[in-house]
């Protein structure tokens, strides 16, 4: 399935009961252990390849609570910020903007749906980084969507639980058809 490469995991797909589960805290002293960071650069790779800008350790069937950020320009998202693979470990939004920005989303484990999905645009969030040090940064835009659609992951929840109204959830053809050209 992925020609033998043997790092990339199989992204668990909607239905595997992975992705429906609230994912455990990871404790502090270990986040430097063989374990985790083999879990975290196996999580890079997996969606470096994927072509992802975003991937929650559940969706490769570890439900712990951690997420890679890996925003960047694609055929995807042509208009992402460019950012380097950053590991988030425990994370927690602390403050929330009044507003939500619906824009769309897709996700490696509901392939060829995308969604119009309502966020908060702006975040204050915190987290553990790589090295066990602990982060508090604002987030806007693209960059507090990726987030808020990683963080749900750890929460058991996928873009299509979040949109509004069904009629918010096309394909991914009619998505490039009808939005990706204008
Ligand atoms: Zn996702």
Request: hydrophobic share 40%; aromatic share 6%; net charge negative.
């Amino acid at each position: 399935m992925n020609q033998g490469k043997a790092n990339i995991h199989p992204i668990a797909q909607l239905g595997s009961p992975v992705l429906r589960l609230k994912a455990a805290e990871v404790e502090i002293e270990n986040i430097l252990d063989d374990e985790v960071q083999q879990l975290i650069n196996q999580m890079m790779t997996t969606v470096s390849e994927a072509g992802g800008v975003g991937i929650a350790a559940p969706q490769i069937h570890h439900s712990l609570r951690i997420f890679i950020m890996c925003s960047k320009p694609n055929t995807r998202y042509p208009d992402a910020p460019l950012m380097q693979p950053t590991a988030i470990i425990n994370p927690e939004i602390l403050r929330y903007s009044h507003d939500k920005v619906k824009d769309w989303e897709g996700c490696l484990s509901v392939p060829s749906i995308r969604g119009l999905v309502p966020r908060y645009n702006q975040i204050i969030v915190s987290y553990f980084d790589q090295q066990g040090n602990k982060k508090q940064k604002e987030l806007s835009g693209f960059l507090a969507r990726i987030f808020q659609h990683e963080l749900d992951h750890l929460n058991g929840l996928t873009f299509i639980d979040q949109v509004e109204s069904t009629q918010d959830l096309i394909s991914e053809e009619e998505w490039y058809r009808q939005i990706a050209i204008t």
